[in-house]
């Protein structure tokens, strides 16, 4: 098992996926048809006019992916400047061929300057795994729970410790070695997760749609 990387090289390693790949979605993920999946997921439970916090945006792909399919308005945050550089070059071309708004800012999922009860819909993509340990995991779903109205929608998708031990126990079962955790994720726990925050959210679905997602 690879040697966990601290939060600053993690944060540097986003940095360098951020210069190397633009605004390709390969910026946040190799994994292009899994992210169309997720962004299939989401848009599902998006509503015209809702008022969107995009969490852990990167490059913005899927952020502008959403508001090309619903009528909302979505702010897109992440924590490294170079990712929102090329989310607003993307959304510069793009204004034009969208249902809703869109724009981008630096934010912390743990210290969000955003107020609270202001969102109808908070998104959180692949964000908490790059956090390091369950505190400030913890931490930054709380902080999505201070933000969004209440009776609002919390979208959360991360890989869990669950969907990783699942995947790789169908490897072995066809003689292949096991997939290790990136040396820059920590997977949430699911139980963990939702015990963790029963008294911010009550929880209406788990999808499992892609991988260990």
């Known amino acids: 098992m690879p040697e966990k990387f601290s939060l600053e090289q993690i944060r540097q390693f986003w940095v360098r996926q951020a210069i190397k790949h633009g605004q390709s979605p390969a910026a946040s993920w190799s994994d292009s048809a899994a992210i169309d999946l997720e962004i299939r997921e989401i848009v599902k439970r998006l509503d015209d006019g809702d008022r969107v916090l995009d969490i852990g945006c990167a490059n913005g792909y899927s952020t502008v992916a ?22 607003r070059a993307r959304l510069s071309g793009l204004k034009d061929n969208l249902l809703g708004s869109v724009e981008f800012a630096e934010g912390d999922i743990t210290a969000l300057k955003e107020p609270p009860d202001s969102y109808d819909k908070v998104v959180a993509v692949r964000v908490l795994i790059s956090l390091g340990d369950w505190n400030l995991q913890l931490k930054g779903l709380r902080e999505c729970a201070r933000v969004l109205k209440v009776g609002g929608l919390f979208l ?30 920590q997977y949430l726990d699911q139980e963990r997760v939702s015990k963790g925050v ?13 991988s260990t997602y």
């Open 66 to 87: 959403l508001a090309s399919q619903k009528e909302v308005s979505i702010r897109g945050l992440d924590y490294v400047s170079e990712m929102i550089d090329q989310a």
């Open 156 to 185: 959360l998708s991360e890989a869990t410790l669950q969907g990783w031990y699942q995947l790789n126990k169908f490897r072995r079962e066809w003689g292949l070695p096991d997939i290790p955790m990136p040396p820059f994720n």
């Open 198 to 210: 029963a008294q911010d959210f009550q929880l209406l679905e788990v999808v499992d749609f892609s």
